[in-house]
């Protein structure tokens, strides 16, 4: 009986590990809708995938750019990207990898871009990127510093450029 048991336990062992797997199975990438995705981000959002990289085009408007000069520019892409629905599409969509978020002239002159990749931030980082947004849009006009911070943090936890013409060097 021992010897029999001996023989037989890897043959199950490997049963059950085989039928554990999806082996040769294919399993569905899920990524959002680009309309769906812009949507999200509001009426004035174009947005794309390439590969698992969702970017989102946004129009800043020269009243912004002529009023707040190279901070506006810089901020920008941060106001978009640490926002509830950048971090409901990650979520969401465990296949999307980064969302980049672009922002242009009304002319589609780029001002500046920042992309962030899935885990980039943890929770507590993700409280603070979107307080941050939120305080930014709230008080920017009468309270740039609050601009800045964004911005600061934004470069620190995203890939980014910007163009010199409107956020300078």
Request: include cysteine; glycine fraction near 6%.
């Amino acid at each position: 009986m021992k010897r029999w048991l001996h023989s037989v336990t890897p043959l199950l062992v490997s049963l059950l590990l085989v039928s554990g797997c999806d082996l040769g199975r294919e399993r569905e990438i899920r990524l959002p809708d680009p309309a769906e995705a812009a949507a999200r981000y509001g009426p004035a959002a174009e947005a794309a995938l390439s590969g698992n990289l969702l970017e989102v085009r946004m129009v800043m408007a020269e009243s912004l750019l002529s009023r707040g000069g190279v901070i506006w520019a810089r901020s920008g892409p941060y106001f978009y990207l640490f926002s509830p629905p950048t971090q409901e599409l990650f979520t969401e969509y465990p296949d999307l990898a980064a969302v980049r978020v672009v922002v242009v002239t009304e002319d589609a002159d780029e001002v500046a871009r920042a992309q962030l990749v899935r885990d980039a931030l943890n929770e507590p980082r993700w409280r603070q990127a979107l307080r941050l947004s939120a305080v930014a849009q709230q008080t920017g006009t009468e309270r740039p510093r609050t601009l800045e911070e964004l911005t600061y943090f934004g470069e620190e936890h995203t890939e980014f450029r910007y163009d010199p013409e409107y956020a300078g060097n």
